[in-house]
């Protein structure tokens, strides 16, 4: 079954459905989806609600058409722009990344195309990331006499190390789903006409697990990965009895002793 919530459906450059507790999300400003900022402020305005709706136990982020996932930022708007408008624009990017990075629900990214500047920043925001074999990536901002701003030299390097990632940034150039798939960029790269159905089949996948237990993974690793070793792991100690306390922990426990299926509720 699939339904649209009519309270979004104002949104001028997104597109999204849910079916079977799957949000798909779509980007859509063809032929290439450049991000700008009411693009960030629908993101945000989105992920909002999808966060608040029970019925959402993940997300699957994608651009529209086979060229682009999203081909970075509208440079159109950035060129107009002067330094506290561009500022502006960078804070809108970082905060709405952010958000979509600490999303209550587990978020993949079907990466269709064209993954540039900030459609690779958006893509680096994202859980899980599955690539088509078409996909192509680059931070070409310093080719443009720019940086990227919207948290790109930070998250690319927790990912590739620091080494690496000053090679991609540094150069900027361009390369695809197989490289990316080497470096850990991506989880997975399928043929062209499979990346969002295989997005989709691990979405279903992971509405299957207990939505508390994957929110409180999700917390631990991300909040983790942002300091000490001891701090880190007190961070997961308390993932840990947050995800015991709820009713899932009780069915989950309970249907492995009798050899069944657990449903879980999110409670």
């Given at each position: 079954m699939t339904t649209k919530n009519k309270e979004w459906t104002d949104l001028e450059f997104l597109l999204y459905e849910v079916e079977d507790h799957v949000a798909v999300v779509t980007i859509n400003r063809p032929p290439v989806n450049p991000l700008n900022t009411q693009v960030f402020k629908e993101l945000s305005t989105l992920f909002s609600q999808l966060d608040e709706d029970d019925n959402v136990r993940a997300i699957v982020l994608t651009g529209s058409g086979e060229k682009a996932f999203v081909a970075g930022a509208d440079i159109n708007e950035m060129a107009g722009l002067d330094l506290v408008g561009i500022n502006k624009m960078n804070k809108a990017s970082r905060n709405v990344f952010t958000q979509i990075e600490n999303s209550t629900k587990p978020v993949i990214a079907a990466i269709n195309g064209l993954a540039l500047g900030g459609?690779?920043?958006?893509?680096?925001?994202?859980?899980?990331r599955i690539a088509s074999e078409k996909a192509k990536f680059a931070f070409p901002e310093v080719g443009l006499g720019i940086i990227p701003g919207g948290g790109g030299t930070q998250r690319l390097q927790k990912i590739v190390g620091q080494g690496v990632a000053k090679e991609l940034l540094?150069?900027?150039?361009m390369f695809d789903g197989a490289r990316a798939h080497e470096l850990h960029i991506v989880n997975k790269v399928v043929p062209?006409?499979?990346?969002?159905?295989?997005?989709?089949?691990?979405?279903?996948?992971?509405?299957?697990?207990?939505?508390?237990?994957l929110q409180m993974l999700k917390v631990a690793v991300n909040a983790g990965s942002n300091t000490d070793i001891e701090t880190g792991l007190t961070i997961e100690n308390t993932c840990f009895g947050n995800a015991f306390s709820t009713e899932d922990r009780k069915e989950g426990l309970t249907a492995f002793v009798e050899k069944r299926k657990p449903v879980y509720t999110g409670r």
């Open positions: 459609g690779f920043e958006l893509a680096l925001a994202c859980d899980l540094y150069f900027g150039d062209a006409d499979e990346v969002l159905a295989a997005a989709k089949e691990w979405a279903a996948k992971l509405v299957q697990k207990p939505p508390i237990a």
